[in-house]
């Protein structure tokens, strides 16, 4: 009984030691950076930020980039930002997003390796990175599978494990 008892406590403790320690914010440690078969990617770097009372904050500077053509090549660089809930469960994530607080600004457009002002490609750019098949991407309620450290934060969705270093530490 004695053995079972400290397991509990030992686990326990561990579960707590954990759930503290991921109250921080953030950053990846490398871009995301995903090629599709046309030659065009997207380029993500991610933050969150975990608070002690479930909520968390996510940053996602986006940038999306066309195959270069002989008529257009085009590049989108964005903020996503997102707020929600958050939830614990052993070594067990679940982010809970709030799509009340999503927002996307664009950065920056440029055609042909130029950036423009074009007021036509700003607003094409802006009703996309707004759109609902956008927000549809953002607004799921995930799970991962994570461990943390005093510096290191590994997120895996069951396909992929993105890791994170801490950024800054959560003051009471």
Not at 17 to 43: H, K, L, Y
Not at 134 to 141: D, L, R
């Amino acid at each position: 009984m004695k053995k079972i008892l400290f397991l509990f406590v030992a686990l326990m403790a561990v579960m707590t030691v954990q759930a503290q320690s991921i109250c921080a914010t953030w950053r990846s440690m490398q871009p995301v950076v995903e090629t599709d078969e046309d030659g065009s990617f997207t380029a993500q770097n991610l933050t969150y930020t975990f608070s002690e009372d479930g909520s968390y904050y996510y940053v996602n500077e986006y940038t999306l980039s066309t195959k270069p053509s002989q008529t257009m090549a085009l590049e989108i660089a964005t903020t996503i930002e997102l707020r929600g809930t958050y939830t614990l469960e052993g070594d067990k994530l679940t982010l809970t997003p709030n799509m009340d607080t999503f927002s996307a600004e664009l950065l920056s457009t440029s055609v042909n390796g130029k950036v423009t002002e074009d007021a036509n490609v700003k607003n094409y750019v802006n009703s996309m990175i707004t759109s609902d098949a956008v927000k549809s991407q953002f607004a799921e309620v995930q799970h991962f599978t994570f461990t943390v450290n005093d510096t290191m934060l590994q997120m895996n969705d069951g396909e992929e494990t993105i890791s994170y270093m801490r950024f800054a530490t959560i003051q009471n």
